[in-house]
């Protein structure tokens, strides 16, 4: 190739590159999770399966050595044999089969995008550390669909490197969907088995959609998140009764040994497990709640709780899950932790000072009396409106909510 037809084709692919970005912006972008049935693999594409996954570590590995005295930009994804130390520190060198070329440049993608998040976290100055090795590799990005992966049917997908096709389940979630996307796929090495999580893109329907009235929600410490139409909705998950059995089980086990490895496995499977009931579960409640025209929340510090007063419980609290998920809709409107959503009357309109987490119900002097979660879930609202129609941006309590506003009304 000269260096002129190198140019053109950069040019190309740079060309190509913004106008599918200007095109994703006007869609509907989701990630479908199917799983491989290793049931219908034979011995040689399991082996080569879990080879890919071992040669990805390896190499990562291998890249970050190289980069204590060189520039990653400089490594040679090519290259046909990587070194590391075994479990007794000695130097062995691995030759890599399996990885396809594509493989190679997304892992060592991988490197370059860790660093360049760092890099991005000293700057906002937060705590940084360096990259480390790995002692496992569980996501390998499958950068280009029809290229890296490809579905052959329904049942079937293709992966770079594989003689033969490979079964998989679940894909009924998004098979029959018109006019959908593939984008990238990343191959999952999870507790339970393998998957691929594989993006998708679909244009927006300009349908219009009937919402319920709009509603503030309380997030309680406790258990629930009120609503202010009344609702209390349970946030918690509770731990499986074998996940207990497993952490008795690795008590037990010989550290080191083979049987405490195998009980660690299957306590890996149970969190997993948990995970997908939690994720479940927070998916339910926010599709509920956005059911509405608009919602108001308070930009609460909920892993604080966590650290604090309920920590030790077993049970597993979804509520960072659900504010994370509604944050990102454009229907939420979040008010800043300094609203005083707990200490305002809706009645009278002063300010109750002296309120304290114990105190369940919030009694006015004005003879308003109202259950305290239900009080604040309906405050979210009122509080709102009450910031975006401020005059000279000083609202009923003489405080500046200027700052509220870039805040509250901002979509996220
Ligand atoms: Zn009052």
């Given amino acids: 190739m000269t260096e002129n037809e190198r140019l053109a084709k950069n040019n190309r692919i740079r060309e190509q590159g913004r106008l599918t970005r200007q095109k994703r912006k006007g869609q509907i972008c989701r990630v479908y999770r199917v799983k491989i049935d290793v049931s219908h693999l034979s011995r040689q594409q399991l082996l080569h399966l879990k080879m890919l996954f071992v040669e990805a570590k390896w190499l990562y590995n291998d890249a970050l050595t190289f980069m204590r005295d060189h520039d990653i930009n400089e490594y040679d994804t090519r290259t046909l ?39 991005s976290r000293r700057e906002e100055d937060r705590k940084t550390g360096s990259l480390k090795y790995k002692s496992e590799y569980v996501s390998i990005n499958l950068q280009q669909t029809g290229v890296t992966y490809k579905f052959y049917d329904a049942k079937h997908i293709r992966i770079q490197g594989f003689k033969e096709c490979i079964r998989i389940k679940s894909t009924k979630q998004f098979w029959n969907i018109p006019d959908l996307e593939f984008a990238n796929a990343k191959l999952l090495n999870l507790p339970d088995g393998y998957y691929i999580a594989i993006t998708t893109y679909r244009n927006r329907r300009g349908e219009e959609r009937e919402y319920k009235p709009e509603i503030g ?10 609503v202010s139409d009344g609702r209390k909705i349970n946030v918690f998950v509770e731990e499986s009764e074998r996940l207990k059995k497993c952490q008795r089980l690795i008590a037990r086990r010989k550290k ?46 909920i892993s604080g709780w966590h650290k604090g007063l309920f920590g030790k419980t077993v049970q597993h609290s979804v509520l960072g899950l659900v504010k994370m998920k509604l944050m990102r809709n454009e229907r939420v409107t979040v008010l800043p932790k300094s609203a005083p959503t707990t200490k305002y009357c809706p009645e009278c309109g002063s300010l109750k000072k002296d309120i304290t987490l114990s105190d369940r119900v919030y009694e006015c002097t004005c003879g308003y009396q109202e259950d305290r979660d239900m009080h604040a879930a309906r405050n979210m609202i009122l509080l709102s409106k009450k910031n975006t129609c401020g005059t000279q941006g000083i609202n009923a309590f003489g405080e500046d909510v200027r700052r509220w506003q870039t805040i509250a009304v901002q979509p996220r």
């Fill in 256 to 301: 080191g040994s083979s049987n405490r490895y195998k009980a660690v496995k299957l306590l890996r499977r149970e969190y997993q497990k948990l995970g997908s009931r939690k994720r479940d579960a927070a998916n339910k409640i926010v599709h509920e709640l956005l059911k509405h025209e608009r919602v108001y929340m308070q930009d609460e510090n």
């Fill in 81 to 119: 044999t990587v070194h590391s130390l075994d479990k007794d520190h000695q130097p062995v060198t691995h030759d890599l089969q399996y990885l396809s070329s594509q493989m190679r440049q997304s892992v060592i993608q991988d490197i370059k995008h860790n660093m360049k998040s760092l890099a």
């Fill in 217 to 226: 929600i309380d997030m309680g410490i406790k258990t629930t998140i009120t």
